[in-house]
């Protein structure tokens, strides 16, 4: 079975510098990763995912991942945060056989930019 | 833009009710989910469905069950309504077949239930 970890409850961060969000996953075979984002009162919005290629994804709002097999990780980045940017993040894996593509969730990472 | 609406954003009901949780998406998208999401366990998987009338069960199926007569409708129900199923639930579809993009998932707002 496939499973992801988001170690951090919560990350705080000052307007303007980088953040890091981070996930590891645990999966059999070549993972499919994902992060998603909610923003207070919304659902949840796709931001970027990785399938196969450049190990570096790029997604919305500016956000980027960075896939690390050897670590089993996946963490998000932006090398400047904003204010708005503030919310709750979710790291999800798909197992590679399925009918309909379900993902597992992580338990999420409310991230807090701070003016 | 693809859109996932569910019928409630808020919902309060009493022990022991049934209870009726709509979803309806309109890009023709053959998956349709269920979650519920609790503050420290994240997003987990009630139902799913790849085809009208197909359903499968997720993670934690218990307590609850599914209808998909239209390809655009996934009906979420609580037979018997406790208060251990307090929750937000999330309706999310995507589209079918080995593409990547079906891994993409959208999502409705959320409907917050609360059982008393």
Redesign the interface.
Known sequence: AQSVAQPEDQVNVAEGNPLTVKCTYSVSGNPYLFWYVQYPNRGLQFLLKYITGDNLVKGSYGFEAEFNKSQTSFHLKKPSALVSDSALYFCAVSPLSGSARQLTFGSGTQLTVLP | DVK?TQSSRYLVKRTGEKVFLECVQDMDH??M?W?RQDP??????IY???DVKMK?K?DIPEGYSVSREKKERFSLILESASTNQTSMY?C?S?L?GLR?S?????????TRLTVT
């Open positions: 996932v053959e998956n989910f979650y420290g366990l994240g997003l987990r998987l799913f469905s790849y499968e997720g999330l999310a995507s079918g990547d079906a891994y993409e998932q959208y999502f409705g707002p959320g």
